[in-house]
């Protein structure tokens, strides 16, 4: 779908891209700044103080989403350095993998874990007694960051990962994770995620797995999206062409079809009145 117009409209697809990677910057490095200054101003007990905001996924879904950007806009640079707008093909297909296997995945299932527990249970991912943050700035990165990364994929031009390096990807993240928060569990005596203190080892292991099959399917999605506007051979595009764009041109030739019958009936009846007047004429 964005091809012809890419290749039509270089440089605006290109200063649109560059426009967005920097406001994805620009959010991020100030939440990531922001976290960190109030979750050091208010430690004052161990958990507090151990990790400090980097315990949390909200602030490693930031710095993924920071370091995507900052390597995006590099790459854009590069291309404005450039005369033909071209670079090496390795820069921007790990620009590329990045996107679709890290940011717009963990991006967007963050996004949803956090507004779906923030309509059931807030206090079910944070502790009432951590003060982390105002509640404004968390609605704000969590609604701005997920339409970034749609704006992303409509104006910069690539390519989806494929599904295994993707699973793997996801797999390791989520196995990271958990990791890590075994070890604050360790250090501290205190879960960074309090659902998950009153639940079984099967329990936890079954959280893990569910984390990582909703990533996986985020994952899957921004493939989708990928293929529909930057790949014309795609399964995507296929089915977008053979239903979507069948029933909207189906409805537009009914329309044509009613029109016509309406000015053919038009016709009929203006060539009766003049038939009519005749017949009074002749009369």
Known sequence: MQIANEREHRDIFLALATAVHGLGCINCFYMVVLTTYISVKSAS??????????????????????????????????MWSNYARDIPLCYSELRSFIRASAAVPFGWCH??????????????????NIPILPFWPKHL????????????????????????????VTFIYCMFYMIWLQIIYYM?????????????????????????????????????????LWNDDSYSY?????????????SIHNHEDMGSEVQNLQMVLSADQVKAKKLTITK
């Open 45 to 78: 007990t161990r958990f507090a103080r151990f990790g400090y905001n980097f315990k949390f996924s909200n602030t490693i879904n930031l710095l993924i989403q920071l370091l995507y950007n900052l390597y995006a806009i590099f790459v854009d640079v590069l």
């Open 111 to 128: 996004s949803f874990v956090y507004w779906t527990f923030h309509y059931i249970d807030p206090r079910a991912l944070h502790d009432k």
């Open 141 to 168: 990165v969590n609604t701005v960051i997920p339409v970034i990364l749609i704006l992303d994929i409509f104006v910069c031009r690539g390519d989806p990962v494929n599904n295994i390096a993707g699973g793997i």
């Open 188 to 228: 501290t005596n205190y879960w960074a995620v309090p659902f998950l203190a009153n639940l079984s080892l099967m329990m936890k292991f079954s959280i893990f797995l569910s984390s990582m099959f909703v990533v996986y399917l985020f994952l899957l999605l921004g493939n989708a999206v990928t293929d529909l």
């Open 238 to 250: 296929k089915l977008y062409r053979r239903y979507l764009l069948r029933e909207f041109g189906r």
